[in-house]
């Protein structure tokens, strides 16, 4: 019994113990009328249209299956037992479905950097995207936000829309994943995904007498220490100023005015740690002393085995951060030559600094051995990096280099009464950084970047390189933190694209950063160096057809190149069967023939296209008048080794002419299939068995201008696969058996994504399954630890059996991996060797498709 298109299969009638609310075509809702069952009923499955190769009842996953007459049901094995309720059901036969989820994030907080998150959904026509949310538990608890349509894009026919959602993250560890919602109010979600975001340091700011560093005056001597911040993010974090560990003021701005007695004082400007930032301390050092030196037993300067600290009048001035920009660098990147204010820093290289301290004695004395201590950023790379130059130019060794904490000192041997002497620091901070993450969206390629460097540290003119995985051309430039393309700003270099190869395709893009501070995020974007070409346009030149007369077809290909220079290219323009007299804007060509589904005939369109242009290519032939045309097959979402795959193909035959057309021969290539079914309509016309080579059939009685559309079933073999016997192998300190695989496609057309299961023997689980290396050699895959090269594969545990996803196979390709099982216990184990049929006969036909064949159909027209 059918009722509002949803078929429940019964062994009574039972048409009154429910009732079935219709939300879409693949979306039911059936609940119990109030009625008893009258005998026990066995319910086998609920009919629906899918747009999924699964379907879900109550949440829970059952298979898709047909029926003999190819209609697809979800198969719900279900008793209700004599006076009984009919159960409810909440029936959904596909949803929206996603990919290409990417997230951009700072490596360490940043108020001033956005974290981008994109994923790309669609769904299955004529169902739509209608919202799309973003979850995170960023903000403490697990919370929905709206993602906004950045752009759609159009591949075989289906609609992707590309989603983001960009906001400013606190510090810690979270997770994100994507809902979407259908046209038909059906919720999807994505995979959870987890990021991290580190805590960052604060920049804490002390300064004696406006002066970033150690002061020294002479008593009496009014003094105003002053300690501030200015981060953002931070209301968690407390700031207190100390002199000598005694307290004068915590906040974001403390002072300390004072005329202190002679005596050393340190002050400490430290912040607690909170959720956005670590916790931190800066301190400096105010020294107040008489007319004349007073000589305290510290330590610094050298006497016969004592060590003396000298407390001098010395006034010391530090000067700013200078980032130096050489047109030519020393050894080891740590001496820069010539400096030029149009050179740059450079990705993945040390940025060289300068810092001038200026020493004054302002008393008539001179000073020997004096130690002067100044401040370097924290992120310099090494003590290595940290060069001492006097006013002479000559290099001194530092007497202490403490990273952590910033700071540098060294000895001054001497400084006269009066005089004044300008050292320098020279050190190297750690690199600007490129992060990246690309994505193809139909013709238009991105690439996701941030550059990146010091929070606390502002890199200036970043010459930044990349390279672009697509032929690409039209290259363009996007600034996040301007909102704005840059491609033609001369600040940024202006930036170029490159054509390393030189073949004629850019194939890299550089740019000079102007400033990043922390990071700065960016996207390029390119244009896919390729000629896209479609029908356009299917004519009958000779409508209305006559009884026994051909088709004379006319149809107009457009195609179009976006790029902006010329590109030579090549179009495959798939024909009806028995199609003849083919030309091409006029000049007869070769006709070639797919002998793999969808079998039939085809011409290449090449020609050269300008750059920004677009040409209309005129291609004429002749067809019975009627004509069949097979379209591609529809398979499974997964292949798996030694499992046959169920193949749809549709078939529509359509007749041109004004009169009937008695019968016509339809003969299609599967190669080879068992199980194979015909449906017309829906209904089940013809079965066989097994096929191999050619499944034809006939259609009768044709009327002038009717259509015929055909489901063709079958199943075919995908791939077969043997596993060697297991060695041993030591890594890091742990043992592994090792077993070999090696699987080889047995299908005429290619196997992606193509899977394998593996089952394991007591005492060894699927958990003791370490990795698994693929993309080997016949030589290298029972001894992989001897591979120059390989890929690890993916793999998961179901229940006792381990799923490897393989690489994707073509036709007639084999494939040699390796599985490497933790050793943990005495015990061998034994992977089931996997036992199929070789089919050899099935792979003489494979081998053979190659070979050119004409005549798959042969209409007969008239009676």
């Known amino acids: 019994m059918r009722i509002h298109d949803i078929v429940i299969e019964y062994n009574y009638i039972v048409d009154e113990l429910y009732n079935v609310t219709k939300y879409s075509g693949r979306h039911y809702l059936v609940e119990p009328s109030g009625k008893k069952a009258p005998v026990d009923v066995e319910i086998a499955g609920y009919y629906v249209e899918p747009t999924a ?10 298979p898709l299956q047909q029926d003999d007459q190819g209609n697809y049901y979800c198969a719900v094995s279900v008793s209700v037992s004599k006076g009984g309720s009919w ?33 790309t959904w669609w769904d299955e026509s004529p169902y739509e995207i209608v919202e799309v949310r973003f979850e995170s538990n960023y903000s403490g608890t697990p919370t929905n936000y709206t993602m906004n349509l950045a752009h759609q894009y159009t591949s075989d026919s289906t609609t992707y829309n590309v989603y983001n959602y960009n906001s400013t993250l606190p510090a810690g560890t979270f997770y994100w994943k994507s809902y979407a919602k259908s046209s038909d109010e059906i919720w999807a979600s994505s995979d959870s995904f987890s990021f991290s975001i580190a805590k960052a340091t604060p920049a804490l700011n002390l300064l004696i007498d406006g002066t970033a560093g150690n002061k020294y005056v002479t008593h009496p001597t009014e003094t105003n220490t002053t300690a501030y911040e200015n981060n953002t993010g931070d209301s968690d974090v407390t700031y207190c100023l100390y002199r000598n560990g005694t307290l004068i003021g915590c906040g974001s701005e403390v002072e300390d005015i004072a005329t202190l007695s002679i005596g050393t004082y340190t002050y400490t400007y430290n912040s607690t740690e909170g959720q956005n930032y670590t916790s931190a301390s800066v301190s400096r050092t105010l020294g107040v002393f008489g007319l004349e030196p007073v000589v305290l037993n510290l330590s610094a300067a050298m006497s016969t085995g004592i060590l003396w600290w000298k407390i001098t009048p010395i006034v010391k001035t530090e000067g700013e951060y200078y980032q130096i920009k050489c047109s030519e660098w020393g050894d080891n990147n740590t001496r820069c030559y010539t400096e030029c204010p149009s050179c740059y820093a450079e990705i993945g290289q040390k940025v060289r600094w300068r810092k001038s301290v200026v020493l004054y004695n302002p008393t008539s004395t001179t000073y020997g051995q004096v130690l002067v201590n100044a401040s370097i950023p924290t992120r310099t790379v090494s003590e290595a990096d940290v060069v001492i130059v006097n006013p002479e130019g000559n290099a001194v060794e530092p007497s202490e280099v ?27 901070t750690t690199p600007p950084m490129l992060e990246k993450a690309n994505t193809t969206e139909e013709t238009v390629w991105y690439l996701y970047m941030n550059v990146t460097g010091p929070s606390d540290l502002t890199y200036e003119k970043v010459w930044t390189y990349t390279p672009t995985f697509e032929p690409l051309t039209l290259q363009k430039l996007y600034d996040y ?9 001369t600040t940024w270099g202006p930036p170029q694209p490159g054509d390393e190869d030189s073949d004629g395709y850019y194939d890299f893009y550089k740019w000079i950063t102007p400033s990043v501070t922390g990071r700065r995020s960016l996207r390029l974007e390119g244009v896919k160096a390729e000629v896209r070409c479609n029908v356009t346009s299917k004519i009958i030149e000779n409508k209305p057809v006559a009884p026994n007369e051909n088709v004379r077809w006319k149809w107009t290909v457009e195609c179009r190149n976006d790029a902006n220079i010329g ?67 529809r398979f499974p979402d997964r292949f798996w080794v030694g499992k046959n795959a169920s193949i749809a193909v549709e078939i529509s035959a359509r007749n041109w002419a004004s009169e009937a057309v008695n019968q016509t021969r339809v003969k299609v290539n599967i190669v080879y299939g068992t199980d194979v079914k015909l449906y017309k309509d829906g209904e089940l016309v013809n079965e066989t068995d097994e096929v191999w080579g050619y499944y034809t059939f006939y259609i009768y009685n044709m009327s002038g201008y009717d259509t015929r559309n055909y489901v063709l079933t079958y199943k075919t073999p995908v791939a077969d696969s043997e596993i060697g016997r297991y060695s041993r192998a030591v890594i ?13 496609s047995l299908a005429p057309f290619p196997l992606d994504p193509l899977y394998q299961r593996f089952e394991h023997e007591e005492p060894f689980t699927c958990d003791d399954v370490a990795f698994v290396w693929g993309d080997l050699t016949k030589e290298t895959y029972t001894n992989p630890l001897t591979a120059s090269y390989y890929t690890e594969l993916d793999f998961e545990c179901e229940g006792n059996e381990t799923v490897v996803e393989l690489l994707p196979l073509s036709v007639g390709e084999e494939e040699y991996f390796a599985i490497f099982v933790v050793e943990e216990k005495p015990m061998v184990p034994i992977l089931n060797k996997i036992v199929f049929d070789f089919f050899e006969k099935l792979v003489s036909v494979v081998k053979s498709i190659i070979e050119a064949f004409i005549g798959l159909f042969s209409p007969l027209t008239g009676g």
Do not use: M
């Open 732 to 744: 890091n300190n742990t043992q592994y058996l090792v077993y070999p695989v090696h699987t080889w």
């Open 481 to 489: 933190g301007t909102e704005s393309y840059v491609t033609t700003d």
């Open 87 to 119: 159960p409810t059901h909440d029936i959904i036969a596909g949803y929206p479905r996603w990919k290409d989820a990417i997230n951009l994030t700072p490596s360490s907080y940043d108020p001033n950097s956005l974290s981008i998150f994109n994923i």
């Open 53 to 62: 190769s699964s379907c879900w009842i109550n949440g829970v996953e059952y």
């Open 567 to 633: 590109l030579n290219y090549e179009w495959v323009l798939r024909l009806p069967l028995e199609s003849q007299y083919v030309k091409v804007d006029g000049t007869p060509v070769e006709v070639g023939f797919y002998t793999i589904p969808p079998a039939g005939p085809y011409i290449t369109l090449s020609g050269y296209l300008a750059g920004n242009s677009t040409v209309n290519r005129t291609v004429t032939f002749i067809t019975p008048p009627v004509t069949v045309e097979v379209s591609p097959p």
């Open 402 to 428: 403490d990273l952590s904490a910033g700071e540098v000192k060294w000895l001054v041997p001497s400084i006269a009464g009066t005089e004044t002497q300008t050292w320098t620091i020279y050190f190297n």
